[in-house]
């Protein structure tokens, strides 16, 4: 079924591309969120069955085990009713948010559905190779729908911001992936052993940086709020709700690998803690609705990083709670955003008031939703709340300290600058002009809100799909999310948290902090500025346009990179000769490429190449292999030939070269000779087996109908490869001709 759904999704895909100059963008957004609501419905019946636990496999190259592997497990079926879940109700917001005559509506609904399904994709992959494709997939539609705007010049160096940094994440996380598969011997992820050692913490820090890109924890978390400028459905779906959580999902499903690793703990803790507070100050300090939002998840998921580095049961199942919690609560303020956007024409706070009389049920559903974020009962948000400061008092010493004293300045902050939100937009003030509601806009907004209210009333159904979830990362059965937790200190601190938090909040509700200036962001700007002017220049001076410099740099590295054959060089086995002839032949060959190096005349270094080939033509011959011989002098013929031809439009000397160039030149033929040499030697030296020819010999006869068993390779066991020889060899006579058909300009007299 899981294929099928991927199907399903690729499917609307085309179709929304195929028929985009036919339809508007609001039927084209309602064929869009076809899939994922066929996807959600499926998660929900699947929940309630309690089925899990099915692989599905594509081979890609079965000979290297090479495959798109998928499984549905209780998390997996969790993160899909989000992701597809959420997705369905953003599509049918989305229909509300854009008008009728909006253009650009095929592109933007075939790049939401396909991060749609690129996070289904991710969510089920259970290898690290399909991890990483949908994970890829992930930025490059994310990618285009930051740029749905793409007139806008501030809107493509967001994207590009965005692009570059959560890529180059990509990039770290896939050498992160190597090692950790290397170090535990399997490339599926449900079967991952704890590793430990040098490899499981170099292991662990890269997967750590690369989920650090993707979830906006300092300080990579700089393309975050630049990415607000991307329509609010894209906001409230990929930077709340998914994509931002794929960096989370990571450190839950790669965490009990590394498990030993202290390096995982440390620098996850740096991580979440610095993001938790840097996030919560910058929201404080926002006085767009959008971006007080964007810094909020930025603070948030470091408090889900922060449960997950932590790797104790109660924290895992806390950090996925949290995790439930989060994308209900966060999308609902996204859309609620959206739509005061739409209606007042504004989203900055000092510009707003009365809104909770004018849209009541926007401000209503903002009240459920925010304080579901703050942590206060009786919502989803307070129970997953109360679950984290409970995980903290499983900790000792310095580390107690240091992460519960992190946790609860953050969650202070978050109460605050909750309260700068919900009163900041909907609270008193002058009145704003409202337009007509949008229904399609206020009900997804209204549905996620309330299901952090339904969800508290049904915590037992919500436990049923988190609690499972959790125990596949290694925690307890009996954890549960509970709606009265007693006395506890844990309760305590959360009480003491709201009392702090609502003054601070109310202390800053109209404060005028002025725009902050995006520093960050525009560090990371000239930061990829920077790299494109260098990239600029070195191309500048290495592709200068001198081919005899590239063949010798491209000959220095290719001969370097033997270099490590000569550490098992075992000279004991070669011979100089086995017969007189093959001498004769070799200082044929050694005299002919020697005067090929000094001849100054073309035709001259024509004649002494085609001189080297004959030689070579020669050994084959005393080698018993003819058929080698005649192919290599029929290459020798066709070269010289194409030399002879294409010198009637070049001057017969060549252009004079220095001393030190053709010293250079001689230094990098003889390392190219000597590492062949040493390469040759090494491989003979350290041989894995016997050469499998009696095989070879019966399958040339049996499979291939030949008694040559060279010929049989080339044309039958490796025919596609010939083929492609051969077109190489085509493109290149065709490229020759082209060439040497080209006239100099007439120069008028």
Not at 347 to 368: C, E, K, N, T, V
Not at 541 to 550: F, N
Request: hydrophobic share 55%; aromatic share 6%; charged share 10%.
């Amino acid at each position: 079924m899981v294929l099928v759904l991927l199907g399903f999704h690729l499917a609307g895909v085309g179709m929304v591309l195929a028929l985009g100059r036919r339809l508007g963008i609001r039927p084209l957004l309602a064929l869009g969120g076809t899939a994922p609501a066929i996807s959600a419905v499926w998660a929900v019946v699947q929940l309630i069955a309690g089925s899990s636990d099915r692989t599905s496999m594509v081979t890609w190259v079965g000979g290297l085990d090479l495959e798109l592997r998928f499984k549905v497990d209780s998390l997996a079926l969790l993160m899909t009713l989000l992701v597809s879940g959420i997705g369905a109700l953003v599509f049918i917001y989305a229909i509300g948010y854009f008008n009728r005559d909006t253009t650009g509506g095929s592109r933007f609904s075939a790049s939401l559905l396909g991060f749609s399904a690129s996070m289904v994709g991710l969510v089920w992959a259970d290898s690290v190779w399909t991890l990483f494709i949908f994970w890829e997939l992930t930025s490059v539609t994310s990618f285009l729908l930051v740029g749905h705007k793409n007139q806008d010049p501030s809107v493509l160096a967001a994207a590009r911001r965005a692009l570059m940094i959560t890529g180059a994440g990509g990039l770290i996380l896939l050498a992160g992936l190597l090692v950790l598969a290397q170090q535990a011997n399997t490339t599926i992820i449900s079967e991952l052993p704890a590793i430990g050692g040098t490899s499981g913490t170099i292991a662990a820090i890269l997967v750590l940086v690369g989920a650090a890109t993707k979830s906006a924890q300092v300080p990579f978390h700089v393309w975050l709020p630049g990415a607000m400028a991307a329509p609010t459905p894209v906001s409230a779906y990929l930077h709340s709700a998914t994509m931002v959580k794929a960096g989370v999902l990571l450190l839950a499903v790669t965490g009990p690998a590394f498990a030993n690793v202290e390096a995982f703990t440390t620098l996850g803790l740096a991580f979440g803690l610095t993001s938790m507070l840097w996030g919560a100050v910058g929201a404080l300090r926002q006085g767009d609705a959008k971006l007080i939002l964007a810094w909020g998840t930025i603070s948030q998921l470091g408090l889900m990083v922060t449960l997950l580095a932590l790797g104790t049961g109660k924290a895992v199942f806390a950090a996925i709670s949290l995790l439930f919690a989060h994308a209900l609560f966060k999308a609902a303020l996204f859309l609620i955003v959206g739509e005061v956007d739409v209606r007042t024409g504004t989203r900055q706070i000092d510009q707003l008031g009365g809104l909770a009389s004018s849209m009541p049920l926007s401000f209503a559903a903002a009240a459920l939703a925010g304080l579901s974020m703050a942590g206060a009962p009786p919502l989803l948000g307070f129970t997953a709340k109360e679950a984290a400061l409970e995980s903290l008092a499983t900790l000792d010493g310095v580390q107690q300290i240091v992460v519960s004293v992190g946790v609860g300045a953050g969650s202070v902050l978050t109460v605050a600058y909750t309260l700068r939100f919900v009163f900041g937009v909907f609270g008193p003030g002058p009145p704003t002009v409202v337009a007509p509601r949008r229904w399609l806009m206020t009900i997804p907004a209204l549905t996620l809100a309330s299901l952090g209210f339904v969800g508290y009333l049904v915590l037992g159904w919500v436990n049923d799909i988190v609690r499972p979830a959790a125990v596949e990362l290694n925690a307890a059965a009996d954890y549960s999310l509970l709606r009265w937790p007693g006395l506890t200190a844990p309760f305590g601190a959360s009480l003491g948290i709201l009392a702090v938090g609502t003054a601070l909040g109310f202390g800053v509700i109209r404060r005028n902090v002025g725009t902050p200036e995006p520093k960050g962001a525009r560090t990371a700007d000239a930061l990829l500025d920077g790299v494109l002017v260098a990239a600029s220049r070195a191309t500048g001076r290495i592709q200068h346009g001198s081919l005899p410099v590239y063949l010798t740099v491209m000959a220095a590295t290719a001969s370097l990179a033997a270099l490590p054959f000569f550490t098992g060089l075992d000279t004991s086995g070669l011979v100089l000769a086995n017969q007189p002839l093959e001498m004769v032949l070799a200082a044929a060959i050694l005299v002919s490429a020697t005067a090929g190096a000094f001849v100054g005349s073309r035709l001259g270094a024509a004649l002494t190449l085609g001189a080297v080939g004959t030689g070579v033509s020669g050994l084959f011959v005393l080698y018993g292999a003819p058929d080698l011989a005649l192919t290599q002098l029929l290459v020798e013929t066709i070269v010289v030939v194409g030399f002879v031809i294409g010198l009637g439009h070049l001057a017969q000397q060549f252009p004079a070269a220095s001393g030190g160039w053709r010293l250079t030149r001689l230094a990098v033929s003889v390392l190219g000779g000597l590492s062949v040499t040493a390469a040759l030697a090494a491989a003979a030296a350290n041989s894995v087996g016997q050469a499998p020819l009696a095989d070879l010999k019966a399958g040339a006869v049996d499979e291939g109908g030949g008694n040559n068993i060279v010929n049989v390779i080339l044309t039958d066991m490796r025919a596609l490869d010939t083929l492609g020889e051969v077109v190489v060899l085509a493109t290149v006579a065709l490229g020759i001709l082209a060439l040497a058909n080209v006239r100099p300009p007439e120069v008028p007299g």
